[in-house]
């Protein structure tokens, strides 16, 4: 029983702090450990910092008390109330108490995220949770981490994922796989092509792409790359541009820069073109040509403008480059030197 109730706190509280602490007991009033609880918690609100003799490593606490010893030969940060140390040539893992947490030693290990730390012995990969025990052995040739649930495993070059109970929820079929972001992952087959999978496995794309960049947003889509060109679609895998670009910039302000025949306008989330394909592009463009609060620089020809997100001229492209617009002086370069217009586009400041 014991062990059942460690193993459900382990398990519900992914993440160290007061706000999950204070959950837990409200969800668990019957939790025969409250007293263990009540320390966490005190140690969960006080942060420690690494410190070292020049010999050994140690931590103190915010209140610049010493709260673990120095005997470590390195440590590193406290991630979800534990910490990766080495002692004795060995890796381990010790909690705020300074109790060490794995029962046996490893060669090297990652910090904790979400109530679990990938680790590693004899060049396998396994998975430990925050009471030490072995989640999953060293068997793997390679881990990710936990991302929404779900590990991405490698075996013998073929890869699956496993969820947080170890079970092998989605069959190690692909030649490669990346972690979950927004509920859905890409996945690649033994042809080399890239495809989109949903968190039950099910393959929400076919398989016909040859780079589909992973989700950061539910409100935003994604680049893929097909047959050398560009596009975009949505987190169901729909394709939302009707035309495929030579390149596609990132997401800034809610618009995207898209080029096709060597000029360039801007799309919005919807994939439709809110600015012209009339800049000339490079790039250059690719990396400097984004909407940051509304205005973008723009390049026609070897000169440089900016615009609104509606299209119209806020500065013509006269110069050789531009700064940021912020409303008020404006950096402006010409014949190789830098000075200030004003909003009339006049010069304020010589070069």
Do not use: C
């Not at 990132?250 to 995207?256: C, I, L, N, P």
Request: hydrophobic share 40%; proline share 2%; glycine share 10%.
């Amino acid at each position: 029983m014991e062990t059942a109730w460690r193993q459900i706190y382990a398990l519900e509280v992914k993440e160290i702090n007061a706000r999950t602490i204070a959950a837990y007991t409200l969800n668990y009033p019957d939790y025969p450990f409250m007293a263990e609880l009540k320390d966490e918690y005190e140690m969960a609100v006080t942060r420690f910092y690494p410190i070292t003799d020049g010999d050994y490593w140690g931590f103190i606490n915010d209140k610049g008390e010493v709260a673990i010893d120095l005997k470590f030969e390195w440590v590193e940060d406290f991630q979800d109330g534990i910490a990766m140390v080495g002692i004795a040539d060995r890796t381990t893992y010790i909690n705020k108490a300074g109790k060490e947490i794995l029962k046996e030693g490893v060669e090297d290990g990652f910090g904790f995220s979400n109530g679990f730390a990938i680790v590693e012995k004899d060049g396998l990969y396994g998975i430990i949770n925050r009471l030490g025990e072995f989640v999953v052995r060293t068997i793997y040739d390679d881990i990710g981490e936990n991302s929404e649930g779900l590990f991405y495993i490698e075996k013998d070059g073929a890869y699956g994922y496993l969820n947080e109970l170890a079970q092998e929820v989605i069959s190690v079929n692909y030649t490669d796989a990346l972690d979950f972001h927004m509920g859905v992952a890409v996945v690649t087959n033994d042809s080399g092509k890239k495809a989109l999978i949903n968190s039950q496995g099910e393959e929400i794309t076919d398989f016909n792409y040859d780079w589909i960049e992973s989700f950061s947003s539910f409100d935003l889509p994604v680049r893929f790359r097909k047959n050398g060109q560009y596009g975009l679609m949505d987190r169901g895998g729909l394709e939302i541009t009707d035309t495929l670009y030579q390149a596609l910039g990132e997401f800034s302000d809610g618009y995207v820069l898209a080029a096709a025949d060597d000029y360039y306008g801007f799309l919005n989330t919807q994939g439709d073109t809110v600015v012209p394909f009339k800049y000339t592009f490079s790039k250059q463009a690719l990396s400097e040509s984004k909407f940051l609060e509304g205005h973008a620089k723009v390049f026609q020809g070897n000169k440089v403008g900016i615009i609104d997100s509606t299209g119209q001229k806020v500065f013509p492209a006269i110069f050789e480059d531009v700064g940021l617009y912020e409303g008020v002086r404006i950096p402006v370069k010409k014949r190789g030197e830098w000075g200030y217009a004003d909003l009339e586009i006049d010069l304020a400041i010589p070069y």
